[in-house]
C-alpha cells in the first residue's frame, strides 16, 4: 500500500468515526429527550376511576384530585370514624389509619386510639349523620356539617350538630392520604375526631 493511500485511508477511516459518534450523541440527546417526554407525561397524566356505584368519575392526577373524589372520600372518612360501636371502633381505625399520611399517622393514631378507648369504657356508639359539604379543591379540604347521634345501650343520649374538617394530600403519583380529621368550632379547627 502506498503512504498517500494509507493517509487517505486513515482520514476516511476517521471521518467515519466521527459520524458515528456524532450519530450516537444525537440518538442519545433524543433517547434521553423521549424518556423525559414519557414520564412527564405518566406523573402529569390524571386518571378518571369509575366507582361501583356509577354516579360520576372521578379525576385524581399528580397533586390533584377533583371535587367529587374529595367529598365522597369525605364522607368515607368521617362515617368510618364517627359511626362506631365498641365492637367497630378497632378495625374502623385500622382503615383510616392505612389511609393516613406517613407525616400526620402519630396524631391521627393517638387520637384516634384515645376516642377507642373511652366509647369502649363508657360502651357508646355513634353515628353520623353528614347534612352539608364544603369543598376546598385547592387545599384538598372537605368541611362536613351534621348530626352527631350517641346512644348508650339503646337509648339515645345526644344529638349534636357538628362540623369535621378533613385535610387530604395527593402525592405526585396520585394517592389520596388523610392528613387530619378535626372537629371545627368556629373558625379554627380545634380538636381531634373521636374526643
Known amino acids: 500500500m502506498a503512504p498517500e493511500q494509507a493517509t487517505n485511508e486513515r482520514e476516511r477511516l476517521q471521518s467515519q468515526i466521527r459520524f458515528h459518534r456524532a450519530a450516537n450523541a444525537g440518538l442519545l440527546t433524543v433517547l434521553l429527550l423521549l424518556v423525559l417526554l414519557l414520564g412527564f407525561v405518566v406523573v402529569r397524566d390524571t386518571t378518571k376511576i369509575v366507582p361501583t356505584e356509577i354516579r ?11 371535587k367529587d373524589y374529595l367529598l365522597d372520600m369525605a364522607g368515607y372518612v368521617l362515617g368510618t370514624v364517627l359511626t362506631v360501636t365498641p365492637e367497630s371502633v378497632d ?3 385500622r382503615v ?7 407525616d400526620g399517622y402519630a396524631g391521627l393514631k393517638t387520637a384516634l386510639d384515645a376516642a377507642a378507648l373511652r366509647l369502649k369504657q363508657e360502651r357508646v356508639t355513634t353515628i353520623w349523620v353528614p347534612r352539608k359539604e364544603e369543598v376546598s ?3 384538598k379540604r372537605v368541611k362536613v356539617s351534621g348530626k352527631l347521634k ?5 337509648k339515645l343520649t345526644s344529638e349534636r350538630d357538628k362540623d369535621y374538617l378533613v ?11 388523610v392528613s387530619k380529621i378535626e372537629e371545627f368550632l368556629g373558625r379554627a379547627p380545634a380538636q381531634p375526631a373521636g374526643s
Do not use: H, Q, W
Open 56 to 66: 360520576r368519575p372521578y379525576e385524581i392526577g399528580a397533586n390533584y384530585a377533583n
Open 91 to 93: 378495625y374502623n381505625n
Open 96 to 102: 383510616i389509619l392505612k389511609m393516613t399520611d406517613p
Open 137 to 139: 379543591e385547592r387545599d
Open 150 to 154: 350517641t346512644y348508650i345501650a339503646d
Open 167 to 177: 385535610e387530604f394530600s395527593v402525592t405526585t403519583s396520585g394517592r389520596l392520604y
